[in-house]
């Protein structure tokens, strides 16, 4: 079964950048969909980006052109690139296939603020 380790969050300030990383175990990973979501203290988790096996991406309307989703199979690991970030963009960032068909990892918390 494949497990996922998030990493990478933090404290930043308006403006500033993150780059998140989500580590997998099984090869089965560079097969599928990822996706990043992330879930904001009293609200549903919500998909942030997705990336395809092939490299093809998809972004919500809330973070197109601030963020970016990348993936090594090599390593087995998803990135994303967060800048310009934003207070709204306070959450705790998980990764996981589409469909959520894996476990989900502890996650990695990103808190924006001055």
């Known amino acids: 079964q494949v497990q996922l380790v998030e990493s990478g969050g933090g404290l930043v300030q308006p403006g500033g950048s993150l780059r998140l990383s989500c580590a997998a175990s099984?090869?089965?990973?560079?097969?599928?969909?990822i996706a990043w979501y992330r879930q904001a203290s009293g609200k549903q988790r919500e998909l942030v980006a997705q990336i395809s096996s092939g490299g093809n991406t998809n972004y919500a309307d809330s973070v197109k052109g601030r963020f970016a989703i990348s993936r090594d199979n090599v390593k087995n690991t998803v990135y994303l690139q967060m800048n310009s970030l934003k207070s709204e963009d306070t959450a705790v960032y998980y990764c996981?296939?589409?469909?959520?068909?894996?476990?989900w990892g502890q996650g990695t918390q990103v808190t924006v603020s001055s």
């Open positions: 996981n296939a589409m469909g959520s068909i894996w476990p």
């Open positions: 099984g090869s089965i990973f560079r097969f599928y969909t």
